[in-house]
């Protein structure tokens, strides 16, 4: 349910490449809670990742309250079309009040 929220927000950014993963199972906080996100668009032309990233969680808006956590990889189409790979993600080391 969370992912296709995700996916449906971030249509707004036009994506020529969407991926989502539900991460959850790597980390102690239950179900639809870790998402790992790769968005290939002409919005993020000649963005640093940190202007990427502000656009993505602005087309997030309140959706950002409702999970605890996610791994973007964002990317414009001259990038992707070099890259075309993203990092594992790690699994989760713990610490959370959850763990305890």
Same mark, same amino acid.
């Given at each position: 349910?969370?992912?296709?929220?995700?996916?449906?927000?971030?249509?707004?950014?036009?994506?020529?490449?969407?991926?989502?993963?539900?991460?959850? @199972?790597?980390? =102690?906080?239950?179900?639809?809670?870790?998402?790992?996100? %790769?968005?290939? +668009?002409?919005?993020?032309? &000649?963005?640093?990742?940190?202007?990427?990233?502000?656009?993505?969680?602005?087309?997030?808006?309140?959706?950002?309250?409702?999970?605890?956590?996610?791994?973007? @990889?964002?990317? =414009?189409?001259?990038?992707?079309?070099?890259?075309?790979? %993203?990092?594992? +993600?790690?699994?989760?080391? &713990?610490?959370?009040?959850?763990?305890?």
């Amino acid at each position: 349910m969370m992912m296709q929220k995700i996916e449906a927000a971030l249509t707004a950014l036009k994506p020529v490449e969407f991926q989502i993963e539900d991460e959850s @199972h790597m980390h =102690s906080r239950g179900a639809e809670s870790h998402f790992k996100v %790769v968005l290939v +668009s002409e919005a993020f032309n &000649g963005l640093r990742q940190v202007q990427r990233h502000q656009k993505v969680y602005a087309a997030l808006g309140e959706l950002m309250q409702q999970f605890h956590a996610i791994a973007l @990889h964002t990317f =414009s189409p001259e990038e992707w079309q070099a890259e075309q790979t %993203v990092p594992a +993600s790690p699994h989760c080391r &713990g610490g959370s009040l959850h763990d305890k």
